[in-house]
């Protein structure tokens, strides 16, 4: 059909994240103990753990409802979550580089100093909460949503965004820098700041009034010099 292009939506049009359904199944509650290294944790309730300065390096959490768990200094580094729900978690200087998050919900977190450089999201929302110096540098993003949450100094430097939508949230000092976007939708973002990167926003979609609070960063990046042409003129006069 004329307009439409090979995925059946309008010519144009911005392809939205298709986001997790997560129905998490009667979950046994989990009976303490430090997390393993390569652990496999399947089906359990965490509520109220504090995690702290654990190593848990290749571990993997499947169907799981963490809740309200602190993660302060834990190692994660190439773990796994998979159909899980994180909510009210806690932390600062969490490593979870390399790891793989999909299907899952982040929901009102409070996290600081993330480490998730290399990873792989895939269906993932994070709704709510405030994180701080979240690391995603080459990382792969596909179908994510940040959904009503607070991202200080987020870095997506060389990261991967395919279908990633922002929606109420507030991006103050992002980092862009060298990161590939398709489909990437930031018109329903609260507040935009981008500190850099602004030049590497091929394949986002911004609104007009967006492109009118960039366009002095981005006449900036382009060497342009914005003058007002009738005062130019009173100078040449004078």
Do not use: W
Request: glycine share 12%; hydrophobic share 40%.
């Amino acid at each position: 059909m004329a307009g439409r292009g090979r995925s059946g939506t309008a010519a144009g049009a911005v392809r939205a994240a298709r986001r997790p359904e997560v129905t998490l199944p009667g979950l046994r509650p989990y009976e303490g103990g430090e997390l393993e290294p390569e652990g496999d944790y399947d089906g359990l309730e965490f509520e109220d753990v504090d995690f702290a300065g654990q190593r848990a390096g290749g571990a993997r959490f499947l169907d799981c409802g963490i809740r309200r768990c602190a993660f302060d200094e834990v190692r994660l580094s190439r773990a796994r979550f998979l159909d899980c729900v994180l909510e009210g978690v806690r932390g600062v200087g969490t490593d979870a580089s390399e790891a793989r998050l999909r299907d899952v919900e982040l929901v009102d977190a409070r996290l600081g100093g993330v480490q998730l450089h290399g990873a792989v999201l895939e269906r993932v929302v994070v709704r709510g909460g405030k994180i701080d110096y979240l690391n995603l540098r080459t990382a792969r993003l596909t179908d994510v949503v940040f959904e009503g949450c607070v991202l200080a100094e987020p870095d997506f430097g060389g990261a991967v965004l395919e279908r990633v939508e922002f929606v109420d949230c507030a991006l103050r000092r992002v980092d862009f820098s060298q990161a590939r976007m398709k489909d990437v939708d930031l018109r329903a973002v609260a507040e935009l700041d981008i500190a850099r990167g602004v030049e590497d926003l091929a394949g986002a979609v911004i609104s007009p009034t967006q492109l009118l609070d960039l366009a002095p960063v981005l006449a900036a990046r382009l060497g342009l010099r914005v003058e007002d042409a009738a005062r130019t003129g009173d100078q040449r006069r004078g």
